[in-house]
């Protein structure tokens, strides 16, 4: 990515930047060149209907200008079916395009590397700022964000209460925006290396929020997305605290979930060792899409809301350790009332080169609801676990067993709960062939 050359650039645009509070910091990784109403689960429009919208770039007329946008429906998409939807912006001098493809990183890094993860469960939208940033001038970025999310959910069906927003730098400034303007239409952010460079109109309603961000950033100091963090740890009602970050030279971060947050609206911070980057890698100062934990991070933390008809659709996770750098969510509670039961998994593999992810789905069709679940099965040889999300994963290789973390071990009768993981593996791409939950042999689908 050529960061170090990058960052001379991008420090004397960020200094601007928060000058002026308009133009904003430039950055070229991977680069090869309404009124708010409550979001409540209901059908889209599109919902039904035989789409007349396709996969690729779009173009809209909003705010008297003709602006571009790139979409990416699943390749199974069903119309009956309520999807995620997820906005992810880019960085200024970033492109749609770039987020899109991933760069020089390719299809492991498209949408900051949650379209691979997602395996055909989210719509993603990339839009295109003016002048390749996010000045948000009279609003206009938010107006384009309304009116392109109204376009798609009157032709495709979309699960009102799963809409998420994200973004790096100046594409982190403009996911900010609309954690502040839109609190009720999106469900939460994800703020990669952000500050307040696209405006905060409203600002004072809770959205889950996640930070990211180096403990010494060059080009927008890591002051600016503490203050993002805190506005968020404020309207959500959490308990203040200081989050333990990582020492510099440790190669390492240092994920924290925010402790006394209002149910269903949890804050997240996630500080590493490095610069201004989104793909940081643990134990190096090098940064890869297709190494980084930042993908699975934010992908099990927009996965962890589940449908419903409210605005809080589940309680918000407990805190990580603050002496743990590990990626991996908080521990979990172990297996308890309810029995073992009878169960049923479904397993989908997507791989590619020399990795793969894998997502599972696990149902218990035993009559008594399970108060904590351990799923244990066999990896084939050669795979090895790098990143998980909605379980903790022990050990990473061989024989796995994942358990639940604190916000999804109850599991009903009849009721099913979604985690995955990311793997490298060297040859062998298989799912594993069986499964057990709580000790019980499940069968699979």
């Known amino acids: 990515m050529r960061q170090r050359s990058i960052f001379a650039t991008v420090a004397a645009a960020a200094l601007l930047v928060l000058g002026t509070g308009r133009m904003a910091l430039s950055d070229s990784l991977g680069a090869t060149t309404s009124s708010s109403t409550s979001a409540v689960a209901a059908a889209t429009a599109g919902c039904g209907k035989t789409p007349t919208l396709r996969s690729g770039s779009q173009t809209i007329t909003t705010s008297g200008k003709n602006r571009s946008w790139i979409l990416r429906i699943p390749d199974n998409y069903d119309n009956n079916r309520p999807y995620r939807l997820i906005f992810a912006y880019h960085w200024l001098n970033g492109t749609a395009q770039i987020v899109d493809t991933g760069g020089s990183d390719g299809a492991v890094w498209s949408y900051y590397g949650l379209k691979q993860l997602s395996n055909n469960s989210t719509i993603f939208i ?5 002048n390749n940033g996010w000045g948000n001038t009279n609003g206009e970025d938010l107006t384009f964000t309304d009116d392109v999310l109204r376009l ?11 809409r998420f927003a994200m973004g790096w730098s100046y594409g982190g400034a403009m996911s900010f925006a609309v954690a502040c303007a839109r609190p009720t239409i999106f469900r939460a952010v994800a703020v990669y290396s952000g500050a307040q460079l696209s405006g905060c109109s409203g600002g004072t309603q809770p959205v889950a929020y996640m930070g990211i961000h180096g403990t010494h950033d060059s080009v927008l100091n890591i002051s600016n997305g503490r203050s993002l963090r805190d506005r968020f740890v404020t309207n959500n009602g959490c308990t203040p605290m200081n989050p333990r970050e990582p020492a510099q030279g440790s190669l ?8 006394g947050c209002r149910d269903g609206y949890p804050v997240v911070w996630a500080a590493f060792d490095g610069d201004h980057t989104p793909s940081p890698n643990d134990g190096s100062t090098s940064t890869s899409g297709a190494r980084t934990w930042t993908s699975a991070e934010v992908w099990k933390f927009f996965t962890q809301f589940q449908s419903g008809p409210s605005t809080s659709p589940s309680p918000s996770p407990s805190p990580s350790s603050p002496t743990s750098p ?6 979990s509670t172990s297996p308890s009332s309810g029995g073992s039961g009878a ?3 479904s397993a989908t593999v997507n791989a590619w080169g020399n990795g793969l992810t894998e997502d599972i789905t696990i149902t ?10 351990s799923l244990a099965f ?3 040889g050669g795979q090895t676990i790098t990143n998980g999300w909605n379980a903790t994963y022990s050990p990473n290789s061989g024989q796995v067993t994942a358990k639940n973390v604190s916000y999804n071990g109850s599991l009903p009768s ?7 993981f990311q793997a490298t593996h060297t040859g062998n791409a298989a799912k594993p062939t069986a499964f057990t939950l709580n000790g019980s042999p499940c069968t699979i689908a």
């Open 378 to 380: 066999t990896l084939p």
């Open 326 to 331: 590990s990626p991996s969510p908080s521990p």
């Open 126 to 130: 990339a839009p295109q700022g003016i």
């Open 414 to 420: 009849g009721a099913s709960v979604q985690i995955g």
């Open 343 to 345: 169960c049923r998994v």
């Open 152 to 162: 798609v959910e009157s032709n495709l069906c979309v699960d009102t209460t799963q």
């Open 364 to 373: 218990n069709t035993g009559s008594s609801a399970l108060n904590g679940w």
């Open 252 to 259: 390492t971060h240092i994920i924290t979930a925010y402790s």
